[in-house]
């Protein structure tokens, strides 16, 4: 299984980016799948999640509004789309999925099996 980030840049605050992740050794559509980031210092936090049932999400309060997380399992990708970025978005992010079965709705609680390597998201001035 591999997991396969892209997308990630400088980008000025108020800008836009969107990252995908490349999933090749899984069928994605039976899996759940989530974003998560990683600042300087700071802990591995959840930033959007989907599970695999019906596609309800999970968003972290600081990222409501702004970021939308997607799938195209047809293509085997996820996808995060970012807007209105700020300088405290800055985070090394990463995907990943997992297929077992939970409840609740937290879904980036979830103990996620695959990861990618990450990408670079910088947003400064």
């Known amino acids: 299984v591999q997991l396969v980030e892209s997308g990630g840049e400088l980008v000025q605050p108020g800008g836009s980016l969107r990252l995908s992740c490349s999933v090749s050794g899984l069928m994605l559509e039976y899996y759940h799948i989530g974003w998560f980031r990683q600042a300087p210092g700071k802990e591995r936090e959840g930033v959007s999640c989907?599970?695999?049932?019906?596609?309800?999400?999970y968003y972290a309060d600081s990222v409501k509004g702004r970021f939308t997380i997607s799938r195209d399992n047809a293509k085997n990708t996820v996808y995060l789309l970012m807007n209105n970025l700020k300088p405290e978005d800055t985070a090394v992010y990463y995907c990943?999925?997992?297929?077992?079965?939970?409840?609740?709705?937290?879904?980036?609680?979830?103990?996620?099996?695959?990861w990618g390597q990450g990408t670079q998201v910088t947003v400064s001035p």
């Open positions: 989907m599970n695999n049932k019906d596609g309800n999400t």
């Open positions: 990943a999925a997992d297929g077992g079965y939970y409840s609740g709705s937290r879904y980036c609680d979830f103990e996620y099996e695959y």
